[in-house]
């Protein structure tokens, strides 16, 4: 019989798909090939000067011990000034935690607050990460669809019709990723009613794209609203905002129990996160502002092109995004197509495309276009494009995908 050296936590955990695509798609480039890469969501400009010159003098002035677990309280205090005047939310710099990216701070929140068995419920498409790290808190993720037809948002009566005895959390997400849909001021206060009258559930909000956000009225943050601020945990970072992606800096902002059983759990895991990292985000956060709304502006150039061309693609299903800086087309009208393969000897058959998947295989084998399949974010069906990309990249992908599907028979 064969055993296996790897825990069934992990061996029951699926990939990362976005990170897996990526991944493949770096392969291909090392190997010759000429990709474009659509699969990762992460900005393509680089940090800004003032960013990285505070980076250079943390190490000159030897930032280079141990920060406190919970990260320096210079940068906890200017997390909770930003929240305070972008989000009007009223936590103390002690009710932050700094860590290792968003992606650590979604995480150590989970593994702080859910036991297994729980239910935790989260509306889909959502982030690939979430249904993941609740099973590996050994709970249950209760998936509540939201696809293309209700603008890839829920009602509050569709949330609420998910939360039983069991909801320990409820996770959202605005602007979406996959989607971009962003919730308005309506729709949110309508969701905070709601969550008003289950007293017992954590709201985990993940904030992280909350200033790439076209509409006119900008982010609305769960953390305006009172009547949910004693169960209200907000995790965001400078990943996305300040092209940061590299640097792993996120953060939780909640309840300060919550903040104390976070701190905790990373004093066994990781410690506090890189301490030269920190103080490049402490200038973020404290400096000009004037380079989030120049990536604004291109991403929603960007997003006005990608649009465009796709609605030139037949079959292709797609409203404009209100955030974020992705496409999540339908695309199940070539879903049952397929691809005709020649044999050496002459002979041709065709090989189907069943799923969203096989086509996302199929636009990176033979259109070297790297994009991610909506069903990696639990809504089949649909493809997920990142625009996080120059003109030229985006125009060059989309003119090949549509050839590709254009050769589906
Ligand atoms: N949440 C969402 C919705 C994301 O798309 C990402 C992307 N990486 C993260 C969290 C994590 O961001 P990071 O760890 O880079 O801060
Ligand atoms: N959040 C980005 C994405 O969805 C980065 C990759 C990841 O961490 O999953 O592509």
């Known amino acids: 019989m064969e055993t296996s050296r790897i825990a069934e936590r992990i061996r029951q955990m699926a990939v990362s ?17 000429d990709v474009v890469n659509l699969s990762v969501g992460e900005p393509d400009f680089d940090t800004p000067s003032h ?11 030897n930032y280079s011990h141990y920060s406190p677990v919970p990260g320096y309280m210079s940068l906890r205090e200017a997390v909770a000034e930003k929240l305070r005047r972008e989000n009007k939310t009223a936590f103390e710099a002690a009710q932050v935690v700094v860590s290792t990216g968003a992606k650590q701070a979604l995480s150590n929140v989970i593994l702080a607050t859910v036991n297994p068995g729980d239910e935790v419920v989260i509306p889909v498409p959502a982030w690939v990460s979430y249904v993941e790290m609740v099973k590996l808190a050994g709970a249950t993720p209760v998936l509540v669809p939201a696809p293309m037809e209700q603008g890839f948002k829920v009602t509050p009566a569709q949330l609420e019709a998910a939360i039983t005895d069991k909801t320990r959390m409820v996770m959202l997400c605005s602007p979406s990723n996959p989607s971009g849909a962003v919730y308005d001021r309506e729709e949110i206060q309508g969701l905070v009613e709601m969550l008003a009258r289950h007293p017992r559930v954590i709201i985990l909000s993940d904030e992280i794209y909350e200033h790439i956000n076209y509409t006119d009225d900008g982010h609305v943050s769960f953390g305006e609203f009172p009547e949910i601020a004693d ?10 905002a300040y092209a940061m992606t590299g640097w792993r800096i996120g953060y939780m902002a909640g309840p300060l129990e919550i903040a104390k ?12 996160t890189c ?5 490049a985000a402490e200038a973020a956060y404290r400096g000009p502002q004037e380079c989030v709304d120049e990536m604004l502006a291109a991403f929603r150039r960007r997003r006005d092109l990608i649009v465009e061309l796709a609605r030139e693609i037949p079959g292709l299903k797609l409203d404009m995004p209100a955030g974020a800086f992705y496409i999540f087309p339908e695309v199940s009208a070539y879903l049952g197509k ?35 399949a909506g069903s990696a974010f639990c809504l089949p069906g649909y493809l997920r494009l990142s625009y996080a990309a120059s003109d030229e990249q985006i125009r060059e992908a989309m003119s090949r995908i549509k050839a590709a599907l254009a050769r589906l028979v």
């Open 231 to 240: 169960r209200l945990v907000i995790v965001n970072g400078v990943s996305k």
């Open 275 to 279: 301490s030269v990292a920190q103080k």
């Open 261 to 272: 059983a976070v701190t905790k759990l990373q004093g066994q895991t990781t410690s506090g």
């Open 338 to 372: 397929g691809v005709r393969v020649t044999a050496d000897d002459g002979s041709e058959t065709v090989k189907e495309i069943v799923t969203d998947s096989d086509l996302a295989m199929y636009l990176l084998e033979e259109a070297h276009v790297a994009t991610v």
């Open 17 to 33: 798909a976005t990170l897996a695509m990526s991944q493949k798609s770096s392969e291909l480039k090392a190997a010759g090939v």
């Open 51 to 61: 960013i990285k010159e505070a980076a250079k003098k943390a190490i000159d002035e």
